[in-house]
């Protein structure tokens, strides 16, 4: 086919997509209305930037219409390793966003694999893979080493600091009589970058019922409210990095995307009378000690982080933690305390607030 074929072919193409992409848009800001207003921070979900069809920045292909089956399909875009190739996504995980049964695996087009081909991905934390923060609070580091943290009950602590953001968290817990440390597990999270806060929270719950949503989001100390039907996610791209929360389940789980940060896949998980029995924790009836799973990948260098589990992704980091044992201990919390889930001071943080933000501090410290 001759060149200039080609090119209108393209050019077609191109003209699809972005009226794909306009429509795409429209529907997704229909939800959430009344977010990210009286925020002070300019944010506004505004459409019509053109920008952003639901692939977000970081994919490397265009969506094409879906299968009459019901298959999605990614035309890889120049450059990439499958340049030009459609990759269809197999019949057991059609959908790269599973909306009916959000359980379900879902499709993962990479056009710089080298098979070219879609996989299927379940959306959850991996409470044993690379960085991962679950249970009493365990992490599995950026170098493959698991280890525990207790932090302290009520304490707040760096996970990661970096120059571009950071990642504190909250920890709640209990002392069992006799005991000679405080049991904890993670709370909350909160992801600070530029001016904006975004905070990812388990609720307190009494009686554990999973059906029932017990997270809370706040966006820059606004809650946020997830949609659960549609295309289930909240998004504020009205700046530089889009920010994305999207449910993986009907309750209880979320990904969360800020672009060229960090992404995440929290859910919320109770404490189990099983599990309490087998670890004495002796927790109160009335409490579950609601906490998160997480686990986080990171999109940016990582050669100069710094935080609790920050710094496991050095380059040339040696753990200090002692191997074969049941429960290797990282230890550090003078290092990474902060005085709150919103400081950004700690001996070794990293990340300082651009200069003139001290107006959305109050707002941003309500939580
Ligand atoms: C692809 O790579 C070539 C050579 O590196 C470059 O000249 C071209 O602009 C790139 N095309 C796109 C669409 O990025
Ligand atoms: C896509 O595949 C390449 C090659 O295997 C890998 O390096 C890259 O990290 C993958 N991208 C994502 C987003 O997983």
């Excluded at 719950?205 to 820059?220: G, Q, R």
Aim: net charge neutral; proline share 4%.
């Amino acid at each position: 086919m001759g060149g200039r074929k080609w090119s209108l072919l393209v050019a077609i193409f191109i003209l699809l997509i972005a009226m794909d992409a306009a429509i795409a848009q429209g529907q997704g800001n229909g939800n959430g209305n009344g977010n990210g207003n009286g925020n002070g921070n300019g944010n506004g979900n505004g459409n019509g930037k053109g920008k952003g069809d639901d692939n977000g920045k970081a994919s490397n292909y265009d969506h094409l219409s879906t299968l009459p089956s019901g298959q999605e399909r990614g035309f890889c875009r120049a450059n990439t390793t499958c340049e030009f190739k459609t990759i269809v996504c197999p019949p057991e995980c059609a959908e790269r966003k599973p909306k009916k049964n959000k359980k379900q695996k879902a499709c993962f087009i990479n056009c710089s694999s080298s098979t070219c081909e879609a996989t299927c991905k379940v959306r959850k934390a991996k409470c044993d893979g690379y960085g991962s923060l679950c249970y009493d609070p365990r992490f599995v580091g950026g170098d493959g080493v698991m280890f525990y943290f207790h932090g302290a009950k009520g304490g707040n602590f760096a996970i990661v600091s970096d120059v571009e953001f950071q990642i504190n968290a909250h920890f709640i817990g209990t002392r069992p009589q006799g005991r000679t440390r405080d049991y904890t597990w993670v709370q909350a999270l909160s992801v600070m970058f530029d001016t904006h806060t975004l905070v990812i929270a388990a609720n307190r719950v009494s009686h554990w019922d999973e059906s029932v949503d017990s997270l809370t989001i706040k966006w820059n100390g606004e809650l946020i409210n997830v949609p659960t039907d549609g295309e289930a996610e909240w998004r504020a791209n009205g700046d530089e990095r889009e920010v994305v929360v999207e449910r993986t389940d009907e309750a209880n789980s979320v990904r969360v995307t800020i672009s060229g940060l960090v992404e995440m896949d929290i859910s919320v998980k109770p404490i189990g009378e099983h599990e309490n029995k087998v670890h004495n924790y002796q927790l109160p009836s009335d409490d579950v000690f609601a906490h998160l799973e997480t686990q986080f990948r990171f999109k940016k260098s990582t050669d100069n982080f710094e935080g609790v589990l920050g710094q496991t992704y050095r380059p040339g980091y040696v753990s200090p933690v002692k191997r074969g044992v049941p429960m290797p201990m990282m230890g550090g919390e003078d290092k990474y305390h902060t005085l709150s889930l919103f400081s950004t001071s700690c001996d070794l943080c990293k990340f300082q607030r651009p200069s003139g933000v001290a107006s959305t501090e109050g707002l941003v410290a309500q939580y």
